[in-house]
């Protein structure tokens, strides 16, 4: 491919297609020729086919291919009782059922951290290979919205050998109905584990799990009613059966409704001990079954096992509040910038007209696929580095393997894949993101990715560049068409100067590999700010 010398910089950005911007809010960016190849289907017809791959159970071939033959490192010191470690290992934990890895938490087997916290850094691998290579790229972005929506730290080595089969159920559900998603969520050993439920009990019930549920999972802050009303029949509403909003009070009954809703531990259960296998359990004997009232909402006593908890998630997953949060947080997610608060009423709207249809989720962001705004306000949110990454990897062809060293800089970069700290996921604000020590990481990152620094050999510039690799001026231009959608969209004249390189001469070559230069102008068009966004 031959491109020209990109013209003087006009001082005014060059927007890129309306292809390009869909493929990187609704994909992790295209590769050469998917954004051609979208305009010429058509994004109904697009959304349509990735919908469809999403159900798929299996990964395409390639996928397969890749993450059957990533390898991983794994190195720790001897320690007590075990010997020290050194080596490449393969991705052995996807797709485990916790009962295959519950192994790794049981008390008696002294195992290192980075044993038990294994999981999580093959999910995290397995997602960067996923993000670059699936072509149910719609279904890896959604996957990945919902692991931050229910966001639990895998970095914790109790909830870590729970969070293969985690991922399980958030990508099975993940352009599905909320209501299945939600129960997948409250009865998974990783949410159990990680938000306190499986010891709660009758008495003395732990309330972080039922906060985190209205509070994050589904109604929202914005729903919380306390600093205003402290009993329940006056939230505006409650009278009529449709409370606007929550206070403590339906927090600490929902509480009780989930008592009994724990995981087997080898609990001692009065006679009878419990298996020790990680899965799902209810307690009968742990469960509160007295008379609760959540959300204005009657519960009778004593009714049959898990009942109560059922209708806790009903009624949470029907609330309107729950609509609006949940539908803002994906436009906000999908498209960037405030929300258009029009599009929210749609989507809100359709989130509840479907609430009972299996592909709720589905319906809905197709609404804000094919709203006006879905390629407007180019730039309106910084890529996360998951996205940097897979975007460079996927305009350029570089490969991508499993490497802890990547995902190490990721995390540096803010992005702790499934190790975020607290349960309300990754901050949203671009100052978060893009703060000094995270844009250091992501510099890091394009360069690394383009010189092999994780996965030699790194990026085949000069091979894909045709007569451009010998003209730095269409080198930048290339790249720029590659990266950002058009040759001009970038400034070429800045770039080149900071270099110390000029338009009409050839990139310096390095002489062992050849690519030194083309290589470098392409991880340097991938620093520029206008590949920081999306």
């Not at 910084?382 to 990721?410: D, I, Q």
């Not at 894909?464 to 950002?484: E, I, N």
Request: charged share 20%; with cysteine; net charge negative.
């Amino acid at each position: 491919m031959v491109v020209s010398t990109p013209a003087p910089p006009s001082g005014a950005a060059v927007p890129p297609s309306a292809e390009w911007i869909f493929l990187n809010r609704f994909a992790y960016g295209p590769r050469p020729g998917d954004a051609t190849a979208l305009k010429q289907q058509g994004t109904a017809r697009w959304l349509d086919e990735q919908i469809r791959l999403a159900a798929q159970p299996d990964p395409a071939p390639e996928t397969r291919q890749h993450l059957d033959t990533a390898v991983l490192r794994i190195k720790y010191d001897a320690g007590d009782g075990w010997a020290a470690l050194d080596e490449m290992r393969p991705l052995r934990t996807l797709g485990q059922p916790v009962d295959a890895l519950w192994q790794l938490n049981e008390p008696g087997r002294k195992q290192p951290y980075q044993e038990r916290v294994r999981p999580r850094m093959e999910l995290a691998a397995a997602t960067v290979i996923r993000s670059v290579y699936d072509p149910a790229q719609l279904g890896q972005v959604m996957t990945l919205f919902w692991h931050d929506h229910f966001s639990v730290n895998g970095a914790d080595s109790y909830t870590a050998p729970a969070l293969p089969a985690y991922d399980l159920a958030i990508r099975t559900h993940a352009l599905g109905n909320f209501r299945d998603l939600l129960e997948a969520v409250a009865t998974s050993p990783a949410m159990l584990i990680y938000l306190n439920n499986r010891s709660s009990r009758g008495g003395a019930a732990n309330e972080n799990y039922a906060r985190e549920l209205f509070e994050l999972h589904t109604l929202g802050r914005d729903a919380y009613l306390n600093t205003q009303y402290d009993r329940w029949r006056d939230v505006p509403g409650a009278l009529k059966g449709a409370p606007e909003g929550y206070i403590d009070q339906d927090v600490y009954e929902a509480s009780r409704a989930f008592t009994g809703w724990s995981i087997q531990s080898g609990q001692d259960l009065g006679g009878y001990k419990a298996p020790s296998d990680g899965r799902f359990t209810y307690i009968e004997g742990w469960h509160d079954n007295y008379q609760k009232r959540v959300l204005a909402a009657e519960f009778d006593s004593y009714q049959p096992p898990q009942t109560d908890g059922h209708k806790v998630l009903d009624l949470l997953a029907a609330h309107p509040a729950t609509a609006h949060y949940i539908c803002a947080k994906l436009v906000r997610s999908l498209l960037g910038g405030e929300p258009s608060p029009d599009l929210v009423r749609a989507a809100a709207a359709t989130w509840l007209d479907n609430r009972q249809r299996p592909d709720q989720i589905a319906r809905v962001v197709r609404l804000i696929a094919l709203s006006p705004a879905a390629t407007a306000g180019w730039g309106a949110r910084p890529k996360r580095p998951l996205e940097l990454v897979a975007s460079f990897a996927r305009a350029t062809g570089t490969p991508v393997t499993a490497s802890e060293p990547l995902v190490g800089v990721m995390d540096s970069a803010g992005q702790k894949l499934y190790a975020w700290p607290s349960p309300d996921g990754h901050p949203v604000s671009d100052d978060y993101w893009l703060g000094a020590q995270n844009m250091r990481a992501r510099w890091t990152l394009a360069l690394g990715l383009a010189e092999g620094a994780w996965m030699p050999p790194g990026l085949a510039a000069s091979a894909q560049m045709g007569p451009a690799a010998g003209h730095s001026g269409q080198a930048v231009a290339f790249w720029s068409d590659r990266l950002l959608g058009s040759p001009t969209a970038i400034d070429a004249g800045a770039l080149l100067g900071g270099l110390d390189l000029d338009a009409d001469a050839p990139p310096r070559v390095d002489n062992k590999t050849g690519e030194f230069a083309n290589r470098r102008l392409a991880a340097y068009v991938a620093m520029s700010p206008a590949f920081q966004l999306r």
